[in-house]
Structures are given as structure tokens and as C-alpha cells.
């Protein structure tokens, strides 16, 4: 269970979400957790059974309202409060030093809960809630994070900016 950089933790908090969107559900079993887990660079051994997967699903489920504006600095102080544990570097199994901010014993969906929490407070923190967003094409509900804070971004993906575009231009056609 391991911290490198602050994107890495977005990129994690960012892709957890997307897991359940319009599109099927992508954590149907504990080995699509475990499958999860190593894409986003979590070493082995990984270790998980269902009940770690109905809790990952849940701490995903808290996540999910940061985006939209609603109260994301008190979702993320919740779950900070809850899973978070006093910041400390460790060199475990040889690794090189990192920070860790969950109980060593923390299962998966604390870690889970303890370090998204952390990545997304410290996006937050630096530039401000606005710049997590939902995607706003009609029939995609994927969330992102917008670091280019001049650029205002609206859509989680060029593909669904311009299906948008086409559609609404359809729309006008007609
Ligand atoms: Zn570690
Ligand atoms: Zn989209």
C-alpha cells in the first residue's frame, strides 16, 4: 500500500469513480478490485474477498459528490477523520521512503478511503473545488480534475465534448 505522488492519488481517487458510471459496472468481483489495484501500481500481495469489495464500492460511492460541487470539503473532511491517521514516512519491503496517512493494518477500502481523501483534499487545496468536475454530456456521468485552472473544462473527455457538439448542431438542424 503505497503513496508516491500527489497525481498518482488523483489519478486513483479519479479512476475509482469512474469505475461505476453509465457504463456497466467495472468492480463486479474481488478479483476486478485486485485487477484494479495493480493497474494503478499497488504492489502484490493483494489480498482481497467480497466483503472488501462492497466496502471499496462504498467509500467510492462517498467520493463520487466531491465532484459535483456539493459539499466536497465536508465529504472529504469526513472520510479524513474517519480513515486518516497521522502522516508517516516508511521504507517498508525495501521500497523507497514514502508517506503513509492509513493504519498499517488499514484494510483495503480504508487505504482506499484514507489516501484518495488526502489526494483530492490536496487538489482541492490547490485549486479549489471548481476544478473537479462532471462530465456534462447528457448520457456520460465520468468525473475529472482540471489542473489548467484558465481553461475551464466542461467534458471529461475530447470524445464526449465533440459527440456533445455534434448533437447539439443535429439538434438545431432539425
Ligand atoms: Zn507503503
Ligand atoms: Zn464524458
Known sequence: MEIQSPDRLIRLAVD?????????????????????????????PIELNEDDLIAV????????????????????????A????????????GAPWHLHVAEPDASWA???????????ATFAAGHGFEALGVCAAVDCERVFVNPAE????RFCTPRCSSRTRVA???????
Open 150 to 153: 484558465r481553461r475551464p473544462r
Open 82 to 93: 474517519e480513515y486518516a491517521v497521522r502522516p508517516y514516512l516508511s521504507d517498508h519491503d
Open 16 to 44: 475509482l469513480v469512474n469505475t461505476r458510471t453509465r457504463e456497466p459496472e467495472q468492480l463486479t468481483s474481488p478479483a476486478a478490485l485486485r485487477a484494479f489495484l495493480l493497474e494503478h501500481g499497488e504492489p502484490e
Open 168 to 174: 447539439s448542431y443535429r439538434a438545431r438542424q432539425s
Open 110 to 120: 480504508e487505504w482506499l478511503a484514507a489516501t484518495t481523501a488526502l489526494g483530492l
Open 57 to 80: 464500492r462504498a467509500v467510492r460511492e462517498r467520493l463520487r459528490p466531491v465532484f459535483d460541487g456539493e459539499d466536497g470539503a465536508k465529504v472529504l473532511n469526513g472520510l479524513l
